[in-house]
């Protein structure tokens, strides 16, 4: 298949051994009654092609701020962010959704599928925003999505109508839906019982083996000794990073 370049939007290059993520001196404060809360404090992070990285820490430690910085849904108060060799905190509020259509696939804990569109609707339709693939095209890459996650069967239900854990085997497929070199998770597996939560990270482990880069929030500490890097963090600040033991 070929990515249609309708909407001028075209894919960034990334060199071999280049960084696909590098946040430089990245700090967030937010203001509250009591003054500016930061969030995060001179964040230096890079994370390479095909790396799996969990971020662990505390609540309120600054983990989820530093993926909205990632994925763009944040912005920094000072320093760069820089992914698949684009400052995207430069970049506004249309072209960054444009960007993101195309380079990031997120999932989120609650799933959050829309709720009047079938299963496959879900998954066809960030390929339709960014402008990827013809209408066949897409429908046949929906299905295709929906078999690596084995849910084909539930293709042309409403989410209601399936479980909690298909709900988010569909987010993933959604997430997965434009072939992003990248697949941001902000806790994936919260709201999953033990065995759908083994079921779906052993899916990401999968993905990740292909060359999928996996930056993945957690609370869950077996699951964070299992990818190739994990980093804590602490009050804002990155605490301690450690790779997997082999």
Known sequence: MTASQ??????ASISPGEHLVDLRNVSKAYKTEAGDFLALKNIDLTIGQGEFVAVVGKSGSGKS???NMVTGI???TRGEVIVAGTPIHLLDE???ARWRGRHQGVVFQFFQLLPTLTVIENITLPMSLAGMYTRRE???RAMHLLEQVD???QANKLPSAISGGQQQRVAIARALANDPPMVVADEPTGNLDSYTAEQVFGLFER???AGKTF???THDEDLARRVSRTIEITDGKIASQSLAVA
């Open 207 to 209: 993905l990740a083996g």
């Open 74 to 76: 944040d912005r920094p």
């Open 94 to 96: 249309g072209q960054m």
């Open 151 to 153: 849910i084909a069967d």
């Open 215 to 217: 930056l993945m929030v």
């Open 6 to 11: 309708s909407n001028g939007t075209s894919r």
């Open 138 to 140: 897409r429908r046949e």
């Open 65 to 67: 701020t530093l993926v």
